[in-house]
């Protein structure tokens, strides 16, 4: 559906819906969460998407799939942003009422480009949960800081704010967080070598001694080469000295370098 983004408008939008989700076999639950949804989409497009002497397009694709409907409503206006002067509560009390009523939600878009929001219903409302009944596990929470980043050039940025951040948690120096940035430094830039796809893993662990990065796993003799990058053979020395310790570590996964920067005790 493409039409004009007015107040008025949003109602034929809802019951096309309506009539697609009772066509496919949506029941009458997910029929009455998916017109809420869709009416908080499209009024966020009306009230905050286009300027008050703009009339803009409202555009709308409904796509049925094997267990539900998927929804996009999207306009070419300036983005998802409060306007001036409008009290309606619809920007932030509508994206965390689609979020709560759809099964997945998202939004894509930016400043001067427009906004799609996109969610997904079930044909089937979800029944309610029994208190009594135990939740499903849900994913392990890792004990660090778990990264994975590239390409290599983003290593760096990334990697020397994650850790110097950590690091300000504990009672570090200055010039030890400087010692860490120069650290982080190197090893991003020779990191990347030593992972197949150019995406470096790394793992920073926050603990009462300090703060301990683990980069890896990586290919066998990575993790020596990147402790090798760390040497300055101009001045004889490596920049393993700013760091308390420096170790390769190895498992069924990989190779790994670790770098250890501890509190002041």
Avoid: W
């Avoid at 969610?119 to 392990?140: K, Q, V, W, Y």
Wanted: charged share 25%; aromatic share 2%; with cysteine.
């Amino acid at each position: 559906m493409s039409l004009p983004a007015k107040a008025e408008n949003v109602a034929v939008v809802r019951h096309a819906i309506a009539g697609l989700a009772e066509r496919v076999g949506m029941d009458e639950a997910s029929t009455a969460d998916l017109k809420t949804v869709v009416t908080e989409a499209c009024m966020n497009v009306v009230v905050h998407a286009y300027r008050e002497d703009e009339v803009g397009l409202l555009e709308v694709k409904a796509v049925p799939d094997g267990d539900g409907l998927t929804v996009a409503v999207r306009d070419f206006g300036r983005g998802i942003s409060p306007r001036p002067g409008v009290d309606r509560p619809s920007l932030r009390i509508g994206l965390a009422l689609i979020a709560a009523l759809s099964s997945s939600f998202e939004i894509r878009g930016g400043v001067e480009r427009g906004t799609e929001i996109r969610m997904h219903l079930p044909l089937t409302s979800r029944p309610i949960a029994d208190e009594g009944a135990e939740a499903a596990p849900g994913p392990p929470v890792p004990e660090a800081t778990e990264i994975t980043v590239g390409p290599p050039e983003l290593v760096g940025p990334v990697l020397s704010r994650a850790l110097t951040a950590l690091a300000a948690r504990h009672e570090i120096t200055v010039d030890r967080i400087s010692d860490a940035m120069l650290l982080s430094d190197q090893i991003s830039a020779a990191a990347p070598r030593g992972f197949a796809d150019g995406h470096v893993h790394l793992s920073i662990a926050d603990r009462p001694e300090g703060v301990e990065l683990k980069v890896g796993p990586m290919e066998s003799g990575a993790a020596a080469g990147l402790r090798e990058s760390l040497a300055l053979p101009d001045v004889g020395g490596s920049l393993e000295t700013l760091a308390d310790e420096v170790r390769t570590e190895s498992d069924g996964d990989g190779e790994y370098l670790v770098v250890a920067i501890a509190a002041v005790s």
